[in-house]
């Protein structure tokens, strides 16, 4: 008998994405190797999509030398651009100062690549992409940016800065999928998963049921 059921494995260790990709709703879980983040790509669009399928294929290969299941690994990363500069995590308090000084009182771009690498009854497949959203940020004051650089929110975060926490004292315009500058496009990854699913597979019903 044909196994349909897939194991979904979230390669990250951020509870953002954690907390996004568990409004599907379906079992899973999470595996997050440390993994360097480098790529020579210039352009945002390329130098995300690189970073992400090399978190995802480490985790999958190391699952699927170990599994005999099918697996759904999901891996994704999130970089900041304006003008062509590639914003990622700052290095400490001063870089993130830096970032947001740069930032303050624009509008730039949020790009989060998607990565999904498939184990299906043996056989290896998957699909990726790329979501981009616009934020604008109105001048940050000397106050504000000492008060959020004083929670630590920025340190972790590309672009030195989480649109769901205290940075919302600065951003004033969203255009795009909030989801998306929070660190996963749920939507997104909702359509071109069930579009995937739905063509690789024979099955009745949800394709969540395939979890």
């Not at 790009?111 to 934020?135: C, M, Q």
Request: proline share 4%; glycine share 8%.
């Amino acid at each position: 008998m044909v196994n349909s059921k897939f194991k979904l494995v979230l390669a990250s260790a951020s509870p953002r994405r954690k907390e996004l990709i568990g409004h599907l709703k379906v079992p899973y879980e999470i595996l997050a190797l440390n993994v360097p983040e480098e790529s020579n790509a210039t352009d945002p669009v390329k130098f995300s999509a690189e970073i992400a399928a090399l978190k995802g294929e480490a985790v999958f290969n190391q699952l699927r030398s170990k599994s005999g299941d099918n697996l759904f690994v999901v891996s994704a990363d999130t970089i900041v651009c304006l003008n062509g500069k590639i914003y990622g995590k700052p290095k400490d308090r001063a870089e993130a100062k830096q970032f947001l000084s740069e930032l303050g009182g624009r509008s730039h771009s949020v790009f989060t690549a998607v990565s999904v690498r498939i184990l299906y009854n043996g056989k290896v497949d998957g699909f990726s992409f790329v979501e981009e959203s616009k934020v604008t940020f109105n001048s940050i004051s000397n106050e504000l940016m000492e008060r959020y650089l004083d929670t630590g929110d920025s340190l972790d975060k590309a672009g030195a800065y989480g649109i769901q926490g205290p940075s919302l004292t600065f951003i004033s315009k969203v255009d795009g999928d909030y989801a998306n500058v929070v660190g996963f496009p749920l939507s997104r990854f909702v359509v071109e998963s069930e579009k995937f699913l739905k063509s690789k597979i024979p099955h009745e019903g949800s394709w969540l049921d395939l979890f």
